[in-house]
């Protein structure tokens, strides 16, 4: 099944998205990555959703990405006495340890942690930022504050400090549990949660031992600080923009959303752009025109994928939320402006061998009729090169492992094939041919670029590239090695 686009769709599975069917009609309309949300489900849920998309991938022979979420630290109020209470603007209000039930004048709040870093001036944000409290005084098991912008609060609301760098790792017990189950389930991504510093990635690193991609959510403003650091120990990015736009200043979010893909790009690492993209259509089945506008807009930027949360999850419509989607990014990229922005975005690397070879791809592509550009890649890093250079022909990422195909299912413009170990370049070279012919991105009368490393399988080795016609029998039998 050949997508007739660039950007890549993920969509969350959830009770409206569990069988067989549901999963595979959301395959065909558009979705390469599937979401496991860790947040929600026991884990022989996760498994059975897991079993599904395999089986799914096994019936339409196509590499199929899964992506696991893992939930990150809650930081949450406790119960109130009353079940909720209304603060009014300019009253006082504490949060501390005590376990007692709360009133309209003081809640616990279980996590020293956070009382530990408050400063004097501190905000905390109560409920998504719909209540806002200023800290007047603190101490190791209190605050007092001044709500400066009033609301309902009730039992178990989540609690965000956007002022300061919590001392709170990243992965909770949970999300060790869950990492370790996804591991082993066989996922090939971790989203990783509330990252602040680039330890926090490290640390998932160290547990996954190499089994899973790890993509760090930039959802704290501490995480936009540190994130050129955090980018570099990082395989992917997720501009998570819900807790960001509650965090920061709403309007300070989308330069920061083009100014982390635009990085994360010049990286030559696969950049999501999620959180609220088609939020109406979880109870309409057509979005608003605010909607499709964002959605068209993280296109234009150059994002790896756009994802739907929700609206695939528990929405009341999500084959026609992923419909929409492709559609959208088809019109996006069909738009002659499209290349241009694209073009202009573009960074240039040229820092190695490789960074040569894949630019030199790319322009001969764009200079010629040629049709495809072939990479074969062990590791997937050959074929995210050429995906950081945006060509404006089809990239077929050759690879013998499956688990390289599935990952690279969520990079830009790339269609992954599953093909024979390779360690002669000619044996390479008909690979490719007979790839581009069989997935109808040339004909005989064609021409494709081909890249690869020589020595074969060995990672980082990319230094041959041919021009090769797509007609077997007018191939060189001269073996270029």
């Not at 959510?217 to 736009?245: H, N, T, Y």
């Not at 021409?447 to 990319?462: D, E, L, R, S």
Request: charged fraction near 25%.
């Amino acid at each position: 099944m050949r997508r007739h686009r660039n950007v890549k769709i993920v969509a969350t599975l959830g009770p409206a998205s569990s069988d067989y069917e549901m999963i595979r009609a959301l395959f065909e309309a558009g979705a390469d990555v599937f979401r496991l949300n860790m947040s929600h489900g026991v884990h022989e849920d996760i498994r059975k959703r897991h079993e599904i998309i395999r089986k799914v991938e096994a019936d339409l022979g196509r590499p199929i990405g899964i992506l696991a979420d893992l939930q990150g630290p809650k930081l949450r109020v406790g119960v109130f006495a009353n079940g909720a209470e209304e603060l009014v603007e300019g009253a006082a209000f504490r949060m501390d340890l005590s376990t007692a039930p709360g009133d309209v004048s003081r809640v616990n709040l279980p996590h020293p942690e956070i009382f530990a870093a408050l400063e004097v001036g501190t905000s905390l944000l109560v409920n998504d930022g719909k209540i806002r409290l200023l800290v007047d005084s603190c101490g190791k098991d209190f605050a007092n504050c001044t709500v400066t912008v009033g609301g309902t609060i009730s039992n178990r609301k989540g609690v965000n400090v956007p002022d300061v760098v919590l001392p709170v790792a990243a992965l909770s017990e949970k999300d060790r549990d869950d990492l370790e189950f996804a591991c082993e389930l066989g996922v090939d991504w971790l989203a990783l949660s509330f990252v602040q510093r680039p330890e926090d990635v490290i640390e998932a690193r160290v547990l996954a031992k190499g089994r899973a991609a790890i993509m760090s959510k930039i959802e704290k403003p501490a995480a936009v600080k540190a994130f050129d650091a955090i980018l570099q120990v990082s395989d992917g990015i997720m501009v998570a923009r819900g807790d960001l736009g509650v965090e920061l200043p709403v309007y300070s979010v989308p330069p920061i959303q083009k100014r982390l893909v635009r990085a994360t790009r010049a990286a030559a690492k696969p950049v999501i752009v999620a959180t609220q993209m088609l939020e109406s259509m979880i109870e309409a089945p057509v979005p608003t025109r605010a909607e499709v506008s964002d959605v068209a807009t993280a296109i234009y930027e150059g994002a790896d994928a756009v994802m739907l949360s929700a609206e695939s999850a528990a929405g009341k419509y999500p084959i026609e939320a992923v419909t929409t989607m492709n559609n959208v990014a088809m019109s996006v990229e069909k738009d002659p402006n499209y290349r241009s922005v694209i073009e202009a975005s573009r960074v240039v690397r040229r820092e190695s061998v490789a960074d040569g070879i894949v630019a030199a791809a790319r322009e001969i592509a764009e200079a010629t009729n040629i049709k495809a550009i072939c990479c074969f890649s062990q590791s997937g890093t050959t074929a995210s090169l050429v995906a950081r250079e945006r060509p404006h022909v089809a990239i077929l990422a050759l690879t013998p492992l499956m688990s390289t195909a599935r990952r690279m299912a969520l990079t830009w413009g790339t269609h992954c094939v599953i093909t024979e170990p390779q360690d002669r370049f000619k044996g390479a070279v008909l690979a490719a041919v007979r790839a581009a012919r069989d997935g109808g991105f040339a004909t005989e009368e064609d021409q494709i670029v081909v890249t690869a490393g020589v020595p074969f399988n060995v990672k980082g080795t990319t230094n041959i590239l041919r021009v090769a016609p797509c007609d077997e029998r007018l191939i060189s039998r001269v073996d270029p090695e």
